[in-house]
């Protein structure tokens, strides 16, 4: 069965500083993986998606995400962090019939 | 705007009740879910409907019924609220084999 772990509940950085957001995911098969953002009392919205092209995936607002078969990691990055990057992250992964399965989410803290 | 329609946005219950959440897509998906959110356990999968006419369980659909309308609709059924189901319930459509699901903006719900 596919699974991701989120390895951090609580990630806080300052402004300017770079992201890390990291996830680890289990998977049979070459999974399909996304990130989503959740900003306080929203919606979810799709950051990017990887779907076995290239592994260094780009998404909006920055973000980007590697995926690495050997360490079995999909970690969003940014270079330097916004005030407006405060949010939830979701690490998720599709089964094979595309129902999205969630990881237990990351907080991400901005200090001015 | 073209999406995913959900109502209620709000809803506070006495434990007994019953209740049906709505929810409308407009982009003419095949597939659509309802999941829950939780603190701490990222989002669930009550149901999911694969095409018109058909249902299936989640990973967690105990005390939850559901109804898919037609093409548009898909309705999530409380028939006996309990204290266990305060969450928020978000609603998502998608199409096979395109990537992203579009999520409504989520029906927050207090059982007292």
């Known amino acids: 069965a596919q699974s991701v772990t989120q390895l951090d509940s609580h990630v806080s950085v300052s402004e300017g500083t770079p992201v890390l957001l990291r996830c680890n995911y289990s998977s049979s098969y070459s999974p399909s993986l996304f990130w989503y953002v959740q900003h306080p009392n929203k919606g979810l919205q799709l950051l990017l998606k990887y779907t076995s092209a290239a592994t260094l995936v780009k998404g909006i607002n920055g973000f980007e995400a590697e995926f690495k078969k050997s360490e079995t990691s999909f970690h969003l990055t940014k270079p330097s962090a916004h005030m407006s990057d405060a949010a939830e992250y979701f690490c998720v992964v599709s089964d094979r019939d595309d129902k999205l399965i969630f990881g237990t989410g990351t907080r991400l803290q901005v200090f001015p | 705007n073209a999406g995913v329609t959900q109502t209620p946005k709000f809803q506070v219950l006495k434990t007994g009740q019953s209740m049906t959440l709505q929810c409308a897509q407009d982009m003419n998906h095949n597939s659509m879910y309802w999941y829950r959110q939780d603190p701490g356990m990222g989002l669930r999968l009550i149901y999911y409907s694969a095409s018109e006419g058909t249902t299936d369980k989640g990973e967690v659909p105990n005390g939850y019924n559901v109804s898919r309308l037609n093409k548009r609709e898909f309705s999530l059924r409380l028939e006996s609220a309990a204290p266990s189901q305060t969450s928020v319930y978000f609603c998502?459509?998608?199409?096979?084999?395109?990537?992203?699901?579009?999520f409504g903006s989520g029906t927050r719900l207090t059982v007292v």
């Open positions: 998502a459509s998608s199409e096979a084999g395109v990537w992203g699901y579009t």
